[in-house]
């Protein structure tokens, strides 16, 4: 078996477009073999284009040596193709990638039943909630959510899963070093987070069109929830039927913006799907005995009742008690925020507050919320807690 590093450093050539890096492992079974080929014998191999050739004849591993050590630095385990939890199903793929990144509790890929669901970044509040209910439904009905973890649906479909104790593979088109947001953090804690950019990295718009072959190669079936009529959802879709993969679309009104795609999607042979056994139905015979059917709605977890004798009037918001010393610096610290983000810290109670009570009490929209909330998280001003909720964190003088 080839080393590791020589894998690294086929995977590492940025001179090198995917399908040259899956010709050169065509030509000679692995990287290492390529790495001691005679000089002037990689020019040979075809498709090959000069400059990739170049590169290569270089042989030159101190990039793979640096991105070896920031993979130990930062916990990220390297799969490669020789290894045996590389999926099958990646295999298969146009250009699959020699090295996969990972972070979080890694699983026989190719035995989950699993399942992206993809749409909109500018989801309406009908796609976001049927996002979260198909997410909810899939895993509790032992499914695997697949997500680019975008805004929007992507975003949506990753948290439901997660909060119903599911199964969440996250697929960057980024490396995880620009993967800040609390969304990854939660996946790679409770699920699985992957990339084919190692460490280093700059990124590149065309990455995320690259991620998609690596999502729906992973997938045994897809799910568009809203898509416009020019929408990166339909490319998604696009790419997992090129790979025989069961496309599945959510039907909206025929008036409505972001069901333009979808509704388009059935009309070309997509199976309509009105909730998560539309979907998971499917699999039964591919899964015995780990598809099972639930009836589930991912509605958002109620507030806590408060007792009337006890808070006779409404509680008064932290960041509005001036009289109080404790809030003195608090106070000061809110100066420095924008108009969305003071809006947002007004709307969180005493009390842990759901994000979706955020949303409707700003009118900020789902995204813009989430957006701000990441930003507040890295600046210390609140904490996540369980149930999509989030709380102030006061610092007293």
Known sequence: MASVKYWVWLASLEQLRPGEKAAVIRAYGDPEAAFFAPRGDISRVEGLREIAAEALEKRDLREANRILAACEEQNLRVICQQDTLYPRRLKQIYAPPP?????????DLDEEPAIAIVGTRGATPYGLGLARELAAGIVRSGGTVLSGLGMGIDGEAAKSALENSGYCVGVLGTSHQEAVGWLSRQVADFGLLLSEYAPGTVSQRYFFRERNRITAGLSVGAVVVEAPEKSGALLFAEEALELGKEVFAVPGAVNAVNSVGTNRLIKDGATPVTCAWDVMGEFVGLYPGRIHRVDVKAAPKPLP?????????????AVDSEQRQDYIDWKEQLSRLNEDQLRI???????????????ETTGLGTAKVLAQLTVLEIKGYIRREAGRRVALKITKK
């Open 99 to 107: 090295v996969l990144y990972a972070r979080g509790r890694l699983r």
């Open 305 to 317: 009742e408060r007792k009337a004798e006890q808070q006779p009037a409404p509680p008064q918001k």
């Open 345 to 359: 810290i007004s709307a969180i109670e005493k009390d842990a507050t759901h994000i979706d009570d955020i949303v």
